[in-house]
């Protein structure tokens, strides 16, 4: 692979663009060399600015659970555009989307779209204050809800990877209100609401944790927050920008039968286009302006053309009986297949998968949380990365990044991307 293009742009992009780069993940800091130029994607491949193509395993980071350039999305983006962009008023499409993503998730009656997930989480946390009358926030170290100040205290992906859990920037007012809690770890929660009895407003976690690689939740440790919550007036809010409409339609509320107060959306909801969303029962939803005092707000909240991709994105996966079976069954093969090779070369490692979310760590200790996520070799992983990136495979350039499985992907493309792990691992 030669990459005469991409080098050539990234040195053009860093003059205009700190680090040359939009979002910090997206750089190869974390594993040495200088990021691949895309220009173009259908299905399961990426086409990079010098030809190459990779077989994708980042799809956006989440959003592309059908594959790139799904023609049902990009027909109903096209078909939208023609009418006009962005209007700044109410549309039809808006109430479509919203009736389709309540009717296929469980315990939401109402649902705001914004424009991102660090959006859809600063907003669910306000409201989660407005209602109950409290400060505090219960965060999990690891857990990653988006860029704004509240959650920047041990958050996970980027901000792991870029070794500064704290960014300046964000005030001591700011990061006392926020306290962090183990993942996994019930005793620890329960402790952290006896200290701060009475000023707790909200517990929000990602019910799978994907931004320190893949965690599940262990057994009952979503229902023993939930009781957790309703025994101290606090609200559970799901953060499922990455789950939501992706473990299962109703994500995973429906998957781990967990009720939420409030969740959060993005990436699968917009169907590649700048959404975010957040819902939950009326009596909670309609503290938010302009019926209730909690404001809240968008010049481009529920863009039309965002809208036309999400709604054919819902649209697809709530009349295809089989998809999450489908995405479970991918996973679960490229699970095997990749175990197989890892242990064949004998190299320490657990791999972690729930639906189509996977993710390898090189450790061979269980990764239940922030502390066992953090004790992967790192360098392993950056010979890893760039040894399947060299084979046509692109995983996100970061040890702490989930997998995500787009349908898209066929059995012979799965088989390539074990073969190329083969290849790698043999010389790791
Ligand atoms: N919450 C979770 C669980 C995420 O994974 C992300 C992004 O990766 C966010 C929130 C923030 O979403 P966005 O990048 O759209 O602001």
Not at 46 to 66: H, R, T, V
Not at 326 to 341: D, F, P, Q, S, V
């Amino acid at each position: 692979m030669q990459y005469k293009r991409s080098h050539a742009l990234f040195a053009e992009a860093e003059k205009v663009i700190p680090g040359g780069v939009n979002s910090p993940v997206r750089a190869f800091n974390a594993v040495g060399g200088t990021p691949v130029f895309i220009k173009k994607a259908f299905g399961a491949y990426l086409i990079d600015e010098d030809d190459n193509q990779y077989i994708d395993y980042i799809n956006s980071w989440g959003p592309m659970i059908l594959g790139h350039a799904h023609k049902p999305v990009v027909d109903a983006v096209i078909e939208k555009t023609k009418l006009g962009t962005s209007f700044g008023t109410p549309t039809e499409i808006e109430t479509k989307i919203a009736q389709l993503a309540v009717s296929m998730v469980p315990n939401i009656e109402k649902i705001r779209f914004v424009n991102s997930g660090t959006e859809a989480c600063m907003s669910a946390v306000r409201l989660a204050r407005g209602y109950t009358g409290k400060d505090k926030i219960i965060k999990f170290a690891g857990c990653y809800h988006g860029h704004s100040d509240s959650f920047l205290i041990q958050a996970g992906s980027g901000a792991i990877t870029f070794g500064s859990p704290n960014s300046p920037g964000v005030t001591k007012g700011t990061a006392q209100d926020t306290l962090l809690a183990r993942y996994n770890d019930i005793d620890n929660v329960e402790q952290l609401i006896e200290a701060n009895k009475g000023e707790i407003a909200c517990i929000i976690l990602e019910p799978v944790a994907g931004n320190m690689g893949c965690i599940p939740p262990k057994e009952q440790f979503l229902q023993k927050l939930r009781s957790l919550c309703d025994a101290n007036n606090i609200l559970l809010i799901f953060d499922e920008v990455m789950t939501g409409f992706r473990l299962a339609k109703g994500g995973a509320q429906e998957l781990y039968d967990v009720v939420a107060d409030l969740v959060c959306f993005g990436k699968v909801i917009g169907g590649g286009l700048p959404v975010g969303a957040f819902a939950g029962r009326s009596e909670i939803m309609d503290c938010l302006a302009p019926i209730g005092p909690v404001y809240q707000a968008g010049t481009l909240s529920g863009n039309p053309l965002a809208m036309a991709a999400g709604l054919a994105m819902l649209t697809e996966l709530n009349s295809d009986k089989n998809i999450y079976d489908r995405l479970a069954e991918k996973t679960a093969y490229l699970h095997k297949g990749c175990e197989a090779i890892l242990n064949k070369h004998k190299i320490p490692h657990t791999i972690n998968r729930i639906g189509s979310m996977i993710s390898i760590h090189f450790s061979d200790t269980d990764v239940v949380d922030f502390e066992t996520a953090v004790e992967g070799n790192n360098d392993r992983f950056k010979g890893f990365f760039h040894g399947l990136l060299k084979g046509g495979v692109y995983i996100a350039p970061s040890a702490f990044e989930t997998w995500f499985i787009t349908d898209a992907l066929s059995y012979e493309d799965l088989d390539k991307t074990i073969a190329a792990c083969d290849t790698v691992c043999s010389t790791l």
